[in-house]
């Protein structure tokens, strides 16, 4: 099993990026799938998490609400966070995971992607 995220980068507060997630060696329309994050210095904390069946169900942080869209397409395998009106404190790498169940702890997920860095600043 193989997850890999891009789109990772730097951006000034206020833009945007889109982060994606490719999958491969699982049933991606099996799982459930979320983003993760982790700051310097910091713990890894829950982002967002969509069910397996795509606008079933989805979580956000609450500090993401609103600025942050979590999308996937089983056709494709791929999932997607799309972040707008970013700020600094949003600065983390990112990682994706897949697992049976949807939640926002670790412990629902069984296979994590390597992550990609993203960059709030000026």
């Known amino acids: 099993v193989q997850l890999v995220e891009s789109g990772g980068g730097l951006v000034q507060p206020g833009g945007s990026l889109r982060l994606s997630c490719a999958t491969s060696g699982l049933t991606f329309s099996n799982y459930a799938l979320a983003w993760f994050r982790q700051a310097p210095g910091k713990e890894r904390e829950f982002v967002a998490a969509i069910s397996w069946n795509g606008g079933g169900t989805t979580y956000y942080k609450d500090s993401v609400k609103g600025r942050f869209a979590i999308a996937r397409d089983n056709a494709n395998d791929t999932m997607w966070l799309q972040m707008i009106s970013l700020k600094p404190e949003d600065t983390s790498v990112y990682y994706c995971?897949?697992?049976?169940?949807?939640?926002?702890?670790?412990?629902?997920?069984?296979?994590w992607g390597q992550g990609t860095q993203v960059t709030v600043s000026s």
């Open positions: 995971a897949a697992g049976l169940s949807l939640g926002q702890r670790e412990s629902h997920y069984d296979h």
